[in-house]
C-alpha cells in the first residue's frame, strides 16, 4: 500500500517548456503526496505553507485512481494548482507548469 508520507522525489526543469516533471513509484508513495512534494520543491518552500491540495480536489479520488490504474497508461488528472497547471499520470509521471507558460 502507499504512504501517506513524504518521500524525496527529483524534480527537473525544462527551460524550453516551461515545464518541470517528476516521477514517482505509485507503490511507494500516493499520488497526491508526490504532487505537494514536486509544487513544493517548484516553489522552494515547505509543503506546510501550501494550500491544502484537498480544496483543490479530491484527493482520496486522485490516489484511488492512480493506485487502481497500474496497466493504463493513458490514465491521467488534470488540474491548477497554486497558479501551476497539474497532470498526474497513473504510471506515476508528474508534469507541471505555470499556468502563464501554456500554449
Do not use: W
Not at 505553507?49 to 488528472?77: K, M, Q, Y
Not at 506515476?92 to 499556468?99: E, K, N, Q
Amino acid at each position: 500500500m502507499p504512504s501517506d508520507r513524504p518521500s524525496d522525489i527529483d524534480v527537473d526543469y525544462d527551460p524550453e517548456t516551461e515545464r518541470y516533471s517528476a516521477e514517482f513509484d505509485p507503490e511507494a508513495v500516493t499520488a497526491t503526496v508526490a504532487v505537494v512534494e514536486v509544487t513544493a520543491a517548484i516553489r522552494d518552500a515547505s509543503s506546510m505553507s501550501h494550500d491544502p491540495l484537498f480544496e483543490v480536489i479530491d484527493t482520496a479520488a486522485v490516489d484511488r485512481l492512480c493506485r487502481g490504474s497500474h496497466d493504463a497508461d493513458d490514465v491521467a488528472i488534470e488540474f491548477t494548482y497554486l497558479d501551476h497547471h497539474v497532470r498526474v499520470e497513473a504510471e506515476g509521471r508528474i508534469a507541471v507548469s505555470p499556468l502563464d507558460s501554456e500554449a
